[in-house]
């Protein structure tokens, strides 16, 4: 019981992770100080959800993160 309730609580926070949206990444960021802080979250939610995504999304974020100054 205790391993099913285990990989129930596993797939849950897997669904939670994929389903963030734009929206709330962006407003997350907006809230961060510096530049390498914005970057440093994109960059991350990029690599974490690379799979995921769609490639239009997937070509926003590059886009994102070349004018921070970093590369993919």
Sequence with gaps: ???QKNSVVA???KIKITN??????FNFTKSLDSDVEKFLVIR???QL????LES??????EE???PIG???
Aim: charged content about 25%.
């Design 1 to 3: 019981m205790v391993e």
């Design 11 to 13: 797939a849950t926070e």
């Design 20 to 25: 963030i949206n734009f929206n709330t990444l």
């Design 44 to 46: 991350a939610f990029y």
């Design 49 to 52: 959800n690379y799979f995921d």
């Design 56 to 61: 239009n999304d997937r070509e926003a974020l």
């Design 64 to 66: 994102l993160l070349k």
């Design 70 to 72: 970093g590369t993919k």
